[in-house]
């Protein structure tokens, strides 16, 4: 079992900041790539950005340059999102995922954070 647990959504005014984390836990044996997606009120869910295990990035065009992921692979593997220059079209609940191992040979399977709501408004 693999628990991925989020954090660090809220109310914030446009042209502000945020930073969310999420902390995985359970059955890690490794976790290959890393990202976040969101989801809108009414629109389907979208991806934001990725950050495989060596700390190579991608981001979507709506967010690059804004926003920041990053992570720590340290006891528990933990990736962030910094979040910049926040735009009222930020607006949306923010999934992490992750690409888990949970054994040396085993295939890497999906993990789903259970969402943190955005809200940027003034």
């Known amino acids: 079992q693999v628990q991925l647990v989020e954090s660090g959504g809220g109310l914030v005014q446009p042209g502000g900041s945020l930073r969310l984390s999420c902390a995985a836990s359970?059955?890690?044996?490794?976790?290959?790539?890393m990202g976040w997606y969101r989801q809108a009120p009414g629109k389907q869910r979208e991806w934001v950005a990725t950050?495989?295990?060596?700390?190579?990035?991608?981001y979507a065009d709506s967010v690059k340059g804004r926003f920041t992921i990053s992570r720590d692979n340290n006891a528990k593997i933990t990736e962030y999102l910094q979040m910049n220059s926040l735009k009222p079209e930020d607006t949306a609940v923010y999934y992490c995922?992750?690409?888990?191992?949970?054994?040396?040979?085993?295939?890497?399977?999906?993990?789903w954070g259970q969402g943190t709501l955005v809200t940027v408004s003034s």
């Open positions: 995922k992750a690409d888990v191992r949970t054994a040396w040979f085993s295939r890497p399977l999906d993990a």
């Open positions: 359970g059955s890690v044996f490794s976790i290959d790539a």
């Open positions: 950050i495989t295990s060596m700390g190579i990035t991608n």
